[in-house]
């Protein structure tokens, strides 16, 4: 059963009952009474009192139903059968969705919510229909007072079988769709499709969650010539494809598209882009508890401000996605995936494209970490990029953490960026700034990123154009950037990534930049370094760290059991680590 915001109900306030039956010629007219009620039920023709024979109500109780939209009722009722026969029971609704029933004895029990709306002039009006073995049957009709918005178009229709909620056909809307709490909406690749109201615009996320769990899967959500004049909307007004607030869940094999609204203009039925700081596809944020969140293979595309966020207490994995900017614009500066105010996890894998803004006051990001003081918000820290492939956006990876004076986090941040394949072809940018990865400084891992492109060489525009951009202090330190390696006898070891450091962990390039590698320990005699994973090469006494991460890799092989320690020193700048080594 689904708890949380649903309500259990066995209780019936302003019941209709109604008994309709149908045997021999007599009429005799039958009253039923329930407290502060007399219903007549429907004549029936019978020799005796059909009263005597229809099955009968229990335990009705004084009580008022209300609903908002996504809000999940459980309608019950109880019965009995005069002769002690069993009784069927069967639910249904003038409007919003019914679910399965559930029969205990002679007691029935059955979910039901509006997702977002009811007609004009409709109270919802849930109707057990009883009946026994003899073929006599009484409805009960519950109404419920609806408190939220009059459907401008026809509600989405969906099945409802705990705890899925499967979408049955294209729909449209012009009011937030609430998804009860606890459930999964399987779109089953049907399109919701929202647009403005009669007279108004539409406000808020076109899907969101009623409460603390939602699942949203295989679903298309876009919006439809959404437009506006004057003031930007904000708090939760704010335009949203899908939203979670504060609530755990996943949205996966999904569509968001054109979450954007523009100005209206004369002669222009689309209008103009608006710069407004909203329209994200997909939207995850949780100011109190923390909350986790997967955020699985998705297309999103059309959106104004940016394709996800995620903000506040959330523990995210961002996996698979593709993300698809607007290409250079002028209207807005486009982020293709946002982790700020706290936020963390794992973005891996995604492919996020086309960010770039040709004014010459900011800058767009193909993924951006925003936090700290500067910016009013808590820290991310933590994080994993891994994996990405991004293309054609002004920033690549843009790591923006800083203190109120604008420095880098006086807290190292420990987001690891590594394995990233970022490309850009050209100079978009009005600033102009443009990089495959900049970092304010936040003691951050950068390493074997893969970068190509005009757009990130340096040489394009000596000042305006980065492979890298770090804001750090003079080189300091050699850190080993791989845990310590257990490695057998005479076996090649795993990958070791070494980088020049400032005395806070950002990556520094060196003024010198070969580095000589020993080793020292029980197990240092007979010890060989090499580049190739299979140790096959020619052993190296040194590695270069010239690299636009100031990075480089080698392996190395070992002949006697014991602990050996690796360093690595240009003389000015050094480092160490310990690794195992076990027998055969």
Not at 84 to 96: D, K, V
Not at 257 to 274: F, M, V, W, Y
Not at 407 to 432: D, E, K, Q
Request: hydrophobic content about 40%; proline content about 5%.
């Amino acid at each position: 059963m689904i708890q949380g915001h649903a309500r259990r109900l066995t209780l019936w306030v302003g019941l209709w009952v109604l008994a309709g039956v149908g045997c021999g010629e007599e009429v005799l007219p039958v009253k039923l009474h329930l407290p502060e009620e007399e219903v007549d039920m429907r004549p029936c023709t019978w020799p005796e009192s059909c009263s005597e024979l229809a099955p009968r109500v229990r335990g009705a109780a004084a009580t008022v139903l209300s609903a908002i939209p996504g809000e999940l009722l459980r309608v019950s009722v109880s019965a009995e059968d005069p002769e002690g026969g069993p009784l069927t029971f069967s639910w249904t609704a003038n409007t919003g969705i019914v679910g399965v029933a559930a029969q205990t004895g002679n007691t029935s029990e059955v979910p039901w919510t509006a997702l977002s709306c009811v007609p004009a002039g409709v109270t919802p009006t849930i109707v057990a229909t009883i009946s026994n073995s003899r073929g006599f049957s009484i409805r009960v009709l519950q109404p419920v007072n609806w408190n939220g918005p009059v459907c401008g178009y026809t509600p989405c229709s969906a099945r409802l079988e705990q705890p899925l909620l499967t979408l049955q056909a294209d729909c449209t809307t012009d009011t937030p769709v609430f998804i009860p709490d606890g459930l999964t909406i399987d779109g089953t690749a049907h399109t919701l499709t929202a647009v403005d109201p009669a007279g108004g615009h539409f406000v808020g996320a076109i899907v969101r969650n009623r409460g603390a769990t939602m699942h949203v899967r295989n679903l298309r959500v876009r919006a439809q010539g959404l437009v506006k004049d004057g003031p930007c909307d904000g708090g939760d007004d704010r335009l949203r494809g899908i939203l979670l607030q504060g609530a755990s869940g996943s949205v996966e094999d999904s569509e968001v598209l054109n979450i954007h609204r523009n100005q209206p203009a004369d002669g222009n039925a689309e209008g103009t882009p608006r710069g407004c700081q909203e329209g994200h596809a997909i939207e995850v944020r949780s100011a109190s508890g923390p909350v986790q969140v997967q955020l699985l293979r998705n297309f999103v595309s059309g959106y104004q401000k940016g394709g996800i966020l995620v903000a506040g207490r959330v523990n995210a994995t961002v996996n698979g996605n593709t993300v698809t900017g607007a290409g250079p614009v002028g209207h807005i500066a486009q982020n293709g995936v946002q982790l700020s105010d706290g936020a963390t996890g794992q973005v891996t894998e995604n492919e996020i494209s086309g960010h770039s803004y040709t004014g010459s006051s900011d800058v767009a990001a193909g993924l951006l970490v925003a936090g700290g003081p500067y910016f009013g918000i808590a820290l991310v820290q933590g994080a994993v990029v891994e994996s990405n492939k991004l293309t054609a956006n002004d920033v690549g990876i843009y790591l923006d953490q800083a203190e109120a004076d604008g420095s880098g986090p006086a807290t190292s941040t420990g987001i690891r960026v590594s394995g990233n394949t970022l490309r850009n072809n050209a100079v978009t940018n009005g600033y102009p700034y443009q990089a495959a990865i900049a970092d304010l400084g936040g003691g951050n891992l950068i390493y074997s990123n893969t970068i190509t492109g005009a757009g990130y060489n340096p040489a394009t525009q000596p000042g305006a154009t980065f492979d890298v951009d770090v804001v750090a202090g003079a080189p300091a330190r050699v850190g080993f950037l791989t845990p310590p390696r257990v490695v057998a006898v005479g076996v090649c070891s795993g990958q070791v990534v070494v980088q020049s450091q400032d005395a806070k962990g950002n990556l520094s390039r060196p003024t010198a930049t070969t580095f000589a590698l020993t080793a020292t320990g029980a197990a240092a005699a007979g010890l060989t370094f090499h580049t190739r994973a299979d140790c096959t090469d020619s052993a190296i006494g040194a590695v270069e760290l010239s690299s636009a991460e100031a990075a480089s890799a080698f392996y190395f092989k070992v002949q006697q059991v014991g602990t050996v320690t690796l360093s690595v020193s240009n003389g000015s700048q050094s480092g160490t680590q310990g690794a195992t080594v076990t027998g055969t």
